[in-house]
């Protein structure tokens, strides 16, 4: 993750690997650049891939056999074959939701990093666009949250439930103070990587475009 334009492939393996994202990652690599400049690049892939929200964390299972489900830690129902913000069924069997479970157990669907000297100095605005994101997301779809918001070295890392949070996120940190932008899936859409590069980082290197 120490790096100058872009995220070390070896350390982002590493890290990878720390969050127990087992499987490799995809040669799906798109770099979100200046918006406007490139129509719908921004949403070409938006909610294209996998459901890892959908499925718990590694070693844990949701009974889905009953018709209507309550998680007991969050209130979430399961009813009719998703899960959705409702008041809990008479009826709902109580379980802990995928989401809840990759709570608990810290194992992500996504990661997001966010690194250089705009980090340093937007931290608390960049914390709380990522909240703000999230709010929004998990509005409509509930198993979409953040498990957690890591103060590095080199800036910031966020790791989320699943793989559609993390596109919508890097995508308003780059909207809100420009940089460069990597989102990377996995093969099967299991899990996915988003790196947000600040524009003195970009500069160094000399690669990217200006946003």
Known sequence: MACKACIDASQRAGLATTYKLQNAMAKVFVVVKSPGKTPGTQHRHRRR???AQDQPAPGNQVEKSH??????TCGVVYRRGRWHWAPKPADAQPCECPACQRIHTRVPAGIVTLSGQGVTAHAKEMKQLARHQ???EKGEHPLNRII???DTPQGLTILTTDIHLPRRIGQAIRRAFGGILRVKFEENGHSVTVDWISPDLKKQDG???AG
């Open 49 to 51: 891939f996998g459901h």
């Open 67 to 72: 018709d209507s489900l309550c998680c007991i």
């Open 148 to 150: 957690d918001v890591e």
């Open 207 to 209: 690669k990217g475009t």
């Open 134 to 136: 999230e709010e929004a």
